[in-house]
């Protein structure tokens, strides 16, 4: 099935745990996105990698470390997580100018 | 650099009614302009984007939206609303040419009574 998965769907986290959050894509798609969304602010870039093996920084990558050893993969970790990053997180891909999203992973730091 | 401004956190219409949703951009080089919708519960999905030509965009599920670059706009619209539009809405811009990271507004939230 052609697409983006993420994993987990959702997921409550104690605070100072570790956490990955898994992005996989089988389109091929050289570039990929990490956004955070919350209510009121709308999307948020936290971090891009345009192709495999570069990653950059976004407008909040704070307490995030992605990394990006192949196409298809584009994990994002909370090393420390606090209950600031209780969010709703997506995944993109892109193609051309246009972006895919994946159906998001829910995330509850307490 | 660039921005999004969304008017209106909520947008409220009854069924058959004309919807508008408001977005206003800025943006230091020539924008590339997107709507996106986003179901309860799911990821975002593209309706509609320029580029550059025409200035009147049609997208899907019968929305359209006009870059107008005198008011830096890219208004929304829809001439009869559905049920089954009742989404959040979102306005993106990125700058053309150069690296693709685009940023997005708020977000306004349709609402659609019967």
């Known amino acids: 099935i052609a697409g983006i998965t993420q994993a987990p769907t959702s997921q409550i986290l104690a605070a100072g745990r570790r956490m990955t959050l898994r992005c996989t894509q089988d389109?091929?798609?050289?570039?990929m996105y990490w956004y955070r969304q919350d209510l009121g602010l709308g999307l948020r870039l936290i971090h891009y990698?345009?192709?495999?093996?570069?990653?950059g920084k976004g407008e909040v990558p704070d307490g995030y470390s992605v990394s990006r050893a192949n196409t298809d993969d584009f994990p994002l970790t909370l090393a420390s997580a606090v209950p600031s990053q209780t969010s709703v997180y997506f995944c993109?891909?892109?193609?051309?100018?246009?972006?895919?999203f994946g159906p998001g992973t829910r995330l509850t730091v307490l | 650099a660039q921005s999004v401004t969304q008017l209106g956190s909520h947008v409220s219409v009854s069924e058959g009614a004309l919807v508008l949703l408001r977005c206003n951009y800025s943006?230091?080089?020539?924008?590339?302009l997107f709507w996106y919708v986003q179901y309860p519960n799911q990821g975002l999905q593209l309706l509609l984007k320029y580029t550059t030509g025409a200035t009147l965009v049609k997208g899907i599920n019968g929305f359209e939206a006009e870059f107008k670059k005198s008011e830096t706009s890219f208004h929304l619209t829809k001439p009869s609303a559905h049920m089954s539009d009742a989404a959040e809405y979102f306005c993106?811009?990125?700058?053309?040419?150069?690296?693709?990271?685009?940023?997005f507004g708020r977000g306004t939230s349709l609402i659609v009574h019967p």
């Open positions: 993106a811009v990125s700058a053309s040419g150069g690296s693709y990271r685009p940023t």
């Open positions: 389109m091929r798609h050289n570039a």
């Open positions: 993109a891909t892109r193609e051309g100018i246009e972006q895919f």
């Open positions: 943006s230091s080089v020539p924008p590339y």
């Open positions: 990698s345009n192709t495999a093996g570069t990653t």
